[in-house]
């Protein structure tokens, strides 16, 4: 079992590209983990060869990506953004624009998708639909 805090990690053993979530969190955070991890083998995996790769926290999970700085931890979120909210679909599920501070609208819409009202907010945010 993973400590509470770890949400996921991406690494190679082998010649095997591996994904390891953490399955006490809530279902919703499992998928967007692993879409991110599936995100750093895609992307990154010459890094991935060399290290193995950790998420902490939530929507990486932590501040270094939620402040923009790390490369590759915002380009993972958003290949996982992509893989569970496609533009298509969240365009069509969205003809208007979206007031992001509406919680029930939110809400509903990003249960949806199965994820959380932080990853579909910000994917509305990132498509400029607010």
């Known amino acids: 079992m993973m400590e509470s805090g770890l ?3 991406a690494f190679i053993k082998d010649g095997q590209k591996h994904i390891v979530y953490n399955a006490s969190h809530h279902p919703n955070r ?8 599936l995100g ?3 992307m990154d995996e010459a890094v991935l060869k060399r290290t193995v790769h950790v998420d902490r926290g939530i929507l990486r999970r932590d501040s ?4 923009g700085v790390d490369r590759m931890e915002i380009a993972a979120n958003a ?4 893989i569970l909210m496609p ?3 969240v365009r069509a599920a969205c003809p208007t624009s979206i ?5 029930a609208t939110v809400a509903r819409l990003a249960k949806e998708f199965g994820v959380s009202q932080a990853a579909f907010t910000n994917r509305i945010l990132n498509l400029s639909l607010e």
């Open 7 to 9: 949400s996921g990690m």
């Open 30 to 37: 499992q998928r967007f983990t692993i879409a991110h991890e």
């Open 40 to 42: 750093h083998h895609v």
């Open 64 to 67: 270094v990506s939620a402040d």
């Open 79 to 82: 290949f996982a953004a992509c």
């Open 87 to 89: 533009e298509a679909l």
């Open 99 to 103: 007031d992001v501070e509406d919680d």
